[in-house]
């Protein structure tokens, strides 16, 4: 298993500036993450130092081209959960391997995508989660199903696997984005992937039963929502951060209420501007920084 001693996620202005501050610091950083949706042909005219417009994608090139000449590794890969380990590191599911690191910093843009369910708040905590890690216990050998379409939602049905072999997932009428690989496992595991639309939760007093958009029902002990891409939100649930709204919750210093765990950009949900998340990343860069000085793995 690769270890790193700083694991950003998210290949944005937030990341790609906290990883210049990091390496340039020698920590050995890692940064996950794709081409962020500023990286288009979309003119930016109001980013300091840029007379005339650049391009997101030329942006987004030139802060790469700097990270790596520091030495900072960058991946196109998606990040599918974290989870804090006994030794005070963290453990980073991705959809090739797991990877540990000392710190961590969320750059990961806001792209909470809805569950689809008319009346999901209602039942949320008493059915309806976003978190597998912190709720599976509660369904053990009860009849569960995921709603989503991509790996991540395939990776949270496995999972769920572990505790009930009643487990499905429902696409909500959208397209499969997973991988032939987690195709496979998810027929191996026999999980059942439905076409279909849930779009109301049904109970009294909590979750008992889904209706679909074809009038049909079916009892169902709980839903665990995990639409698109794993987000900031999807982590802050397994790692226990805090939170506002769809944002994490960071202090002035980008730390998160986690040691060891920082934020910024667009998912702590300040000005939604390159200039902040860039100032954000030089922000929690910096503060990773100083968490790490003095600490190793052996407490020493
Ligand atoms: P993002 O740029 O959103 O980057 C998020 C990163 O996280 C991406 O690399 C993504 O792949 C990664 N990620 C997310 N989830 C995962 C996961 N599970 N695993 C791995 N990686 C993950 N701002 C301006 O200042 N000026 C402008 O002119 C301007 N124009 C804009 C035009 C458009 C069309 C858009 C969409 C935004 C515009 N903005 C503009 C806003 C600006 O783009 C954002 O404020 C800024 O990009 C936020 O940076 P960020 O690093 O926080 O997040």
Redesign the pocket.
């Known amino acids: 298993m690769n270890h790193v001693q700083i694991l950003i996620?998210?290949?944005?202005?937030?990341?790609l500036s906290a990883a210049i501050y990091t390496a340039r610091a020698g920590l050995s950083t890692q940064i996950?993450?794709?081409?962020?949706?500023?990286a288009?042909d979309?003119?930016?005219?109001?980013?300091f130092g840029f007379p005339e417009p650049i391009t997101?994608s030329e942006l987004i090139e030139r802060g790469k081209a700097q990270a790596k000449r520091f030495g900072v590794d960058m991946r196109c890969?998606?990040?599918?959960g974290i989870h804090p380990t006994d030794k005070g590191t963290f453990e980073v599911k991705t959809e090739k391997g797991t990877i540990t690191a000392d710190a961590i910093i969320l750059?990961?843009?806001?792209?909470r995508v809805k569950s689809m369910i008319q009346n999901a708040s209602d039942y949320e905590g008493k059915g309806i989660s976003y978190c597998v890690s912190c709720d599976a216990f509660f369904y053990r050998n009860k009849k569960v199903m995921v709603v989503g379409e991509g790996i991540?939602a395939a990776n949270q049905a496995l999972e769920l696997k572990e505790y009930t072999p009643h487990v499905s997932i429902c696409t909500q009428g959208r397209a499969l984005t997973m991988t032939p690989a987690f195709l496979q496992r998810l027929e191996k595991a026999d999980i059942p992937i439905l076409d279909k639309t849930v779009t109301k939760a049904l109970g009294e007093n909590g979750l008992e039963a889904v209706l679909y958009d074809d009038g049909t029902t079916e009892p169902m002990d709980g839903i665990f929502v995990a639409r698109g891409?794993?987000?900031?939100l999807d982590f802050a649930y397994s790692l226990g951060l805090l939170r506002k709204g769809v944002f994490i919750e960071a202090d002035n210093e980008q730390k998160t209420n986690v040691p060891g765990v920082f934020a910024?950009?667009?998912?702590v949900g300040n000005f939604?501007?390159?200039?902040?998340?860039v100032g954000e990343?030089a922000k929690a860069g910096r503060s990773a920084i100083k968490y790490l000085k003095g600490f190793n793995n052996n407490g020493e």
């Open positions: 996620v998210g290949q944005g202005p937030a990341g996950l993450g794709c081409a962020p949706k500023i288009g979309y003119d930016i005219d109001n980013y997101g890969e998606r990040v599918l750059a990961t843009g806001v792209a991540f891409e794993a987000s900031s910024a950009g667009d998912c939604l501007q390159i200039s902040v998340a990343g």
